[in-house]
């Protein structure tokens, strides 16, 4: 290795050590342990071939010392040749060597990164609804990207970095010491003035490079919020542009001035360097020369001393960053832990209970609720904000219990806030209950498999999402096996087909996000088909047809009902025309049922559901809710 390589690489080290000096932690440790366990073969390999290519790395400057004291004798030229012949092959078995520990190096890492990969990814998907609803997503992508490569870095540096270093270095001073002690010595004085600068170079380079980070990151976040397509939107009618642009020049200016000045403190360290390596070399040479002219040692002694010192500063430099790699290391682990560590608040049983065949019955029994707090599902260095929500906690569903019997409709009705998209959540356990208990066929939805659920209930929203992929796919996502007839087929009773079937890439046509453009209605009614598709026992529709004007809603009613037919549902709506039908409908108050019984015996009892009744159909200016409760 270069002096100058050695030189940028502790400076990279001393500059993304990290401030904290947390203690050792052990669990840490162990951990990492479990995580090189599959792989300790191959360590174990690495390790052995580390040792065998330091050995050779002190054996060439030995032979070349014995080339010139053979030279210097004058013969025999045979002994030259063989020297000559065993350096190229040296140089041979440590290239060799070099290509095998680098592969060994390589996959370990790479192995490293795919474990915790695949258990970070896992992990963070097993997460509840509110989890992904509190943290901050490119926080999470870092997590899966920068810290877990992170960790791998600090795992690969360590390993080569301590294990073949320490072989290198002792190897190379018990030889030094034996061709002279007093010119090792020498050499080793200069030492100090070779790790002290680059640790303080290292701490400056860091505040800097954070800083530098720091608006990045920023700059980053902007970018991505004001290039969206609804952010630029709301810039184009609301914003400021300029001032968005001389905030950013400001920041990218800063970003630029930090470059500047972290490449000249590099260059003069590295230059710095440079100087007192060759300094010590002067050193090796004066004092060397010096020994063999008085006879202590021979030149030949002087060419081998001077050819190991280069190989003795890389392994000392390395060696007296090796405690910032490891404490790096381990806070990259540390940071990849927390969130394996995270308990998943809704975790699905070890032994489930299968859901009974048929048609089931759903049921609420005298439940409890309120949102959890932030501490609970998140990590605060995942969250967008430090400060806890204070709502969280707050009871949203006060002793709410109903049936559906199998094959039943319950409608849910209610002003805004009363808890009816609260009651569709934990259907499908995207949060759990406080107290009480939600049943599904019977059974308590805590004791039912994840995938039970998402078989037996199915759940359409207001704003249902899209994945950027196509129409097929989106589709697919709930029912994998259904072929393109049966596509067709939902799509046809969702009121879909002839816009499918008119777009240029039919299925194919890719939605979300960023693809094809579909109408809040037409992305409702792909919701549906999906739905349709999916073919549930049990329905759950929150709003689903809120979007949708009255031809098509009308429409999609009718393919509703259709679904519906046999299944028992639960259904949020709006527009009280589409619920009469229910077999029971709930007047939910502020997280209370206040009323509950068929639509005319809700109509004849004059309460809270007739008031929203009139309110809706009768005409506007023919009524106030105050007379209409009295009347
Ligand atoms: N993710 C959430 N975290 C905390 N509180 C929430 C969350 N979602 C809804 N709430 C609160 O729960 C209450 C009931 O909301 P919701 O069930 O959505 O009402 P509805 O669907 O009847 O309009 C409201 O007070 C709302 O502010
Ligand atoms: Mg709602």
Do not use: C
Not at 97 to 121: H, K, N, P, Q, T
Not at 214 to 236: C, D, Q, W, Y
Not at 353 to 372: A, Q
Request: charged share 20%; no cysteine.
């Amino acid at each position: 290795m270069s002096m100058e390589m050695v030189a940028w690489q502790s400076m990279y080290q001393a500059a993304h050590a990290t401030e904290e000096k947390r203690p050792f932690s052990r669990a840490t440790l162990a951990r990492i342990g479990t995580f090189a366990q599959p792989h300790r073969r191959r360590i174990a390999a690495f390790l052995a071939i580390s040792v065998i290519v330091a050995a050779l790395a002190v054996a060439t400057p030995v032979l070349a010392g014995r080339v010139f004291d053979t030279i210097e004798a004058g013969g025999p030229l045979g002994v030259v040749v063989t020297l000559a012949l065993l350096i190229a092959a040296i140089a041979v078995a440590e290239a060799g060597g070099g290509i095998v520990s680098r592969w060994l190096s390589a996959s370990l890492g790479e192995g490293l990164i795919l474990d915790l990969r695949a258990a970070v990814f896992d992990h963070v998907q097993r997460q509840p609804v509110a989890f992904f609803t509190r943290t901050r997503t490119g926080a999470l992508v870092s997590r899966l990207n920068n810290d877990v490569i992170g960790a791998q870095r600090a795992f690969s540096d360590t390993l080569s970095g301590v294990a073949g270093n320490l072989v290198q270095l002792v190897l190379t001073l018990v030889v030094m010491l034996a061709l002279s002690w007093q010119v090792t010595l020498l050499a080793l004085v200069l030492l100090p003035v070779f790790v002290l600068p680059a640790r303080r170079m290292g701490r400056r380079l860091a505040s800097l490079e954070r800083e530098a980070a720091e608006h990045n990151a920023v700059m980053g976040t902007t970018m991505t919020e004001r290039f969206s397509a609804p952010g630029a939107t709301l810039i184009k009618l609301f914003g400021r542009p300029e001032h968005e642009t001389r905030e950013f020049v400001a920041r990218a200016a800063r970003v630029r001035d930090i470059g500047v000045r972290t490449a000249m403190v590099q260059w003069v360290f590295v230059s710095a360097l440079t100087l007192v390596s060759a300094l010590a070399l002067a050193l090796v040479y004066g004092l060397g020369g010096w020994l063999a002219i008085s006879g202590g040692v021979s030149s030949g002694d002087v060419v081998a001393l001077a050819l190991l010192l280069t190989r003795l500063y890389a392994p000392l430099t390395a060696l007296a960053s090796a405690r910032v790699e490891v404490m790096s290391a381990l806070v990259s682990f540390e940071r990849v832990f927390e969130i394996l560590d995270l308990p998943p608040l809704v975790a699905e049983p070890t032994r489930p209970t299968p859901l009974p065949e048929g048609p089931l019955s759903v049921e609420f029994r005298s439940v409890r609720f309120g949102y959890p707090s932030a501490d609970k599902v998140s990590l605060a260095s995942l969250e967008e904000v430090a400060r806890l929500d204070s709502r969280g906690g707050e009871e949203v569903l006060h002793d709410v219990s109903f049936r559906a019997e199998p094959g039943q409709m319950i409608a849910l009705v209610g002003s805004s806030g009363a808890g009816k998209s609260t009651i569709a959540q934990l259907l499908p356990r995207l949060y759990d209950v406080d107290e009480g208990s939600v049943r599904l066929g019977d059974v308590d939805v805590r004791e039912l498999s994840f995938s039970a659920i998402r078989g037996g209930l199915g759940l359409v929203t207001q704003d249902g999402h899209l994945f950027h992929e196509s129409i097929r796919s989106n589709l697919l996502l709930a029912a994998p096996e259904a072929s393109d007839s049966d596509i067709w087929d939902a799509l046809e009773r969702a009121r879909l087909a002839d816009l499918v079937a008119s777009l240029p890439d039919g299925l194919e046509t890719v939605v979300g996000e960023r693809g094809y453009r579909l109408s809040g209605g037409e992305r409702q009614r792909l919701t549906i088909a999906r739905l349709l598709l999916a073919k549930p026992r049990v329905v759950v529709l929150d709003e689903a047809t809120a979007h949708l004007d009255s031809t098509s809603e009308a429409a999609v009613q009718e393919a509703l009902g259709e679904a519906l037919a046999g299944r028992t549902a639960i259904v949020i709506a709006h527009r009280l025309s589409t619920i009469r039908a229910a077999d029971q409908i709930l007047v939910l108050e502020a997280g209370r049922v206040v009323e509950r019984g068929t639509h005319a015996e809700l109509l004849a009892r004059k309460g809270r559901y007739a008031e929203l009744h009139h309110t809706q159909f009768d005409q506007p200016t023919t009524h106030s809710p105050v007379a209409l409760a009295g009347s």
